[in-house]
């Protein structure tokens, strides 16, 4: 039995399509917010079956069981109530499958609406099962209007009932929300495809699962699959969970990949001008993000950066992109100290990071983060380990550290180029998921050193 958070959804009322004017009229309701249930925004979808069909297919991948056995699907269409977040015009909408292993936003840009957005935030939204059916029914001649909260239910309680569910949220689910943005700010772009080629790319994707590796290669103005490794080829395994994309791309102006270096995720981004829906995956569909490790880099700087995260976070007013350079110069500091904080406010939940722009933006995940990183068992144990004692610093090569654990000394190499281990760990897995809790222990042995030696 996986660990588990205890959450409360609380709606003032339940989310619905109601005709207005003969112009179906999409009412989402807000649990908790910045305010009370915050009227978020209001107004008319200017392309209204596209913005229907993101909705649609992000509540698709939030209800996913890429590889959960069918017994827990009623489980996992009990956590399919996406993130709001509203700011500068912007509306994103973003959720995580609950095996773990794929995240989706919905990115509405200020183009894509002719409304009034109210208030700036993040909260829940509720998407019931008859909602869900509506959207995906919807056509652009029947108009679509959208309220996210409504403005009667934050100013009047009076007798609106409040709906509530109770949901177990996995830690896993919760870690995965935290662990793909570390994952993101790292990625660089691989491949922009037209829309006619993405397509073409998607429909010939395989429609079962297959643990056999496969390799994305650039051919001519798209791309194409193959079994072997090529120079230049990205490594995509579980490559059938794009085909969740495929109502969308008949739309799309482009569609463009995002990986990180190591083919460990990759991001797949559709652009449609005023709106983009992004997908992003694990190395391997049996791979949750929450076992990645990659956000452990950043909450092992906690403590070094408790002074600077107070004042980076009294910057944050939902910006849809932070720049680092203006950051810096208002709170006195370097870019490279704000992109380390920033780093960590993501591991946080405070901020996500859009690949269009290579931004972070500001949103605050409308959950109870605190436990992650008390229950995170490497940087546990990596703590326990520099409270031994023990560790030394080779005398010849201050690079080196010596790390006492389980009876062996692992000898920890901290280089420019990354960090390696002698433990068994990083023999299987190279640093791909994450720094193993020698290294946690060693960079935190040696920074340590470094502070001490400048205040002497």
């Known amino acids: 039995m996986s660990a588990a958070v205890d959450h409360g959804y609380r709606y003032l009322f339940e989310s619905s399509v109601e005709a207005k004017a003969g112009t ?11 305010a009370d249930n915050p009227f978020f925004f209001q107004g008319k979808m200017r392309a209204p079956e596209l913005s229907a069909t993101l909705l649609s297919t992000l509540s698709r991948v939030v209800g996913s069981r890429f590889y959960v056995p069918p017994a827990m699907l009623a489980r996992i269409l009990a956590l399919a109530d996406p993130v709001v977040t509203s700011g500068e015009g912007m ?14 936003r919905v990115d509405f840009t ?21 909602m869900r059916g509506t959207l995906a029914s919807l056509r652009d001649r029947d108009g679509m209007e959208l309220s996210v909260g409504r403005e009667e239910v934050r100013l009047t309680r009076g007798e609106e009932t409040v709906v509530e569910r109770k949901v177990a949220l996995p830690l896993r689910w919760l870690k995965g929300f935290v662990e793909v943005q570390a994952y993101a700010a790292r990625m660089q772009p691989f491949a922009e495809i037209g829309g006619v080629e993405a397509l073409r790319f998607v429909r010939a994707l395989p429609r079962t699962a297959s643990r056999q590796e496969q390799w994305l290669q650039h051919q001519g103005r798209g791309v ?11 490594r995509v395994g579980g490559v059938e969970r794009l085909r969740v994309l495929e109502p ?3 739309r799309c102006k482009r569609l463009n990949v995002y990986a990180d270096a190591d083919g460990q995720a990759s991001t797949w981004q559709l652009d449609f001008d005023i709106a983009r829906f992004s997908l992003t995956i694990s190395g391997d569909v049996w791979r949750g993000f929450s076992g990645e490790g990659q956000a452990l880099g950043a909450l092992r700087q906690r403590k070094t950066l408790s002074a600077l995260v107070p004042a980076l976070r009294a910057c944050l007013a939902w910006q849809v992109a932070l720049e680092p350079g203006a950051l810096a110069a208002r709170i006195g500091r370097t870019e490279d100290e704000v992109h380390a904080a920033l780093q960590l406010l993501g591991a946080r939940g405070l901020v996500g990071f859009d690949q269009h722009a290579a931004r972070y933006f500001h949103r605050e995940l409308p959950f109870d983060l605190s436990k992650l990183e008390a229950l995170a ?3 546990r144990a990596a703590q326990q380990l520099l409270e031994r004692e023990e560790l030394k610093q080779a005398p010849a090569d201050p690079g080196l550290v010596l790390v006492p654990s389980g009876g062996v000394v692992h000898r920890v190499e901290l280089r420019q180029d990354g960090a390696r281990c002698t433990c068994p760990w990083f023999a299987k897995h190279q640093g791909a998921r994450g720094p193993c809790k020698h290294v946690l222990a060693a960079e935190t042995y040696v920074e340590g050193l470094h502070e001490h030696r400048r205040q002497s």
């Not at 179906?24 to 910045?34: E, I, K, R, V």
């Open 24 to 34: 179906p009229a999409l009412q989402l309701a807000t649990s908790g917010g910045t």
């Open 91 to 104: 509306l994103r909408f973003e959720g995580f499958s609950s095996c773990a292993s794929a995240y989706a």
């Open 377 to 379: 068992p490497r940087l």
């Open 248 to 250: 969308l791309l008949a």
């Open 224 to 234: 194409r699959l193959a079994h072997t490794r090529r120079p230049g080829a990205l």
């Open 110 to 130: 200020p183009d894509a609406h002719d409304g009034q957005v109210v208030s700036s935030g993040t909260t829940n939204v509720d998407f019931n099962a008859k």
